[in-house]
């Protein structure tokens, strides 16, 4: 048999072309290794930073999540810390500041000022001064109506749909709102978040209110959400509107609330000024 004779330089050129061939082989399959690596890093991190707030939302009904983020999402809210706002009253300004992690409450008004630390609601009054009220039953009741819609993403909350309420030639869906056993002050307490169909925003809320019987109350009361204004990205209240009440239906106004001088940050204030201060009343 013949064989061919291969000259030398020959056979290290091939040898030299197979050489950088595998070379570029392996480099190709390390380039595509890493990014392979990198895509699942990012698709993980992606995931990560998405799952929370996909279980947030979760938690609720999904007509409840496009009013919240009708009014600038839940996401926003939860990252707001100190919530202030004032009212006028007859005997002059009434400024309530809230923690909204710990819902410690202050509110100064002229003669009294009330406040809750945590443990305990206190009072404490201008000398000669009576108030009136029931301090354990006001000291949030206008921080819960002015921290609609959000603050019925609270915990201990069930929800359920509820009968729309139509009124003046609209209709608004409705959704119920109810507390576990033992959830706050009042768990009979009940509320519907009634809402525009087109816009998603609030449009009504209708209450009933069982703080002072601790039974479940047959009678509603309503108030119109009438205009928002823009407070750091969110849409809260500027003024709300209580109506006069037939067959637990909305008839005519009653009285309006307007609330100035609004301050929402991420900001901690100094819980001190929440404590019970020397000469208050701890209301038992």
Known sequence: MIRQKIHPEVSGQKLFKMKKLIFILVLLV???????????K???????????????????????VKVFDAHGGLDTWKQMRTLEFSMEKPEGYEITTTDLKERYALVEMPKHTIGYDGLSVWMKSKPGAKYEGNPKFYYNLMFYFYAMPFVLADDGIIYSDAEPLEIDGK???GIQISYGSGVGASPEDEYVLYYDANT?????????????????????HYIKYTEWQDVEGLLLPETIVWYNVENNRPT????????????????????RMYMMPDGAEEIQ
């Open 200 to 220: 998603n925003k609030m449009a009504w809320l209708g209450y009933t209110v069982t703080f002072f019987t601790k039974e479940k109350a047959k009678e509603w």
């Open 171 to 173: 209709t608004y869906p």
């Open 252 to 271: 005519s106004i009653k009285n309006n609330v307007k609330f100035t001088n609004i301050s929402l940050t991420k900001d901690k204030m100094d819980l």
């Open 42 to 64: 990012e698709a993980s991190h992606e995931e990560q930073t998405e799952t929370p707030m996909a279980v947030e939302k979760a938690k609720y009904p999904e007509s409840l």
């Open 30 to 40: 390390t380039i595509t290794a890493c990014k392979s690596k990198t895509e699942e």
